[in-house]
């Protein structure tokens, strides 16, 4: 018997791959595996397929994404100031005047989302403390490939709420999401 492989370009897979998203944004640190939605695919390029469309942009400096999954990603390129989506290798310290979209006071929601793929969500040296809505009490997740350069920028990205950005973990099989609301503390 032939096992069938699932598509992230199908529509019943990028709505498990959105449901899961959300729960993801609810629930900030808990991690969520897609190893079942991608295969062969990867987390990032599945996440890609299911929040992009011709409405929205992105930015790929590092080109973590194949030229052949862009033109099916159907978005429009754009700079880091500008794009409302972003992804970065997490392993890449990030230049310190790294500018982002914050939105504005009248329209918050158009901060950015930064998506770093790192090599592991859940094991690794590097502890992230996590708080806020969506979190009982505490968690604290462990990250192996992620500099923690970005989660400083993150905290300084966020001290004016409700301006700021999202965060979206992602690496070979699993995700988590920092939404702007989670207090992040950590120690490098």
Known sequence: ????????????????????????????????????????????????STILDQT???????????????LLLQSSLDTTTNAQYIVKNA???PIDNFEINLGDLSNPEEGATLILQGESIGKGDFKLHLTGPGILNSNTIFLQGFDPHWFTLRNQWNRNFPLGVD????????????????IISFNH
């Open 1 to 48: 018997m032939m096992l069938q492989i699932n598509s992230i370009w199908q529509p019943q897979t990028q709505q498990k791959i959105f449901r899961k998203l959300l729960h993801c944004f609810s629930f900030p640190g808990e991690i969520v595996s897609l190893k079942e939605e991608i295969r062969p695919d990867s987390v990032l390029v599945a996440i890609l």
């Open 56 to 70: 929205v942009t992105w930015n790929d400096e590092d080109n973590l994404v194949e030229q052949s999954d862009h």
């Open 91 to 93: 392993f890449n310290r």
């Open 167 to 182: 965060l979206i973990l992602v690496d070979t099989e699993q995700l988590l999401a920092l939404p702007r609301t989670t």
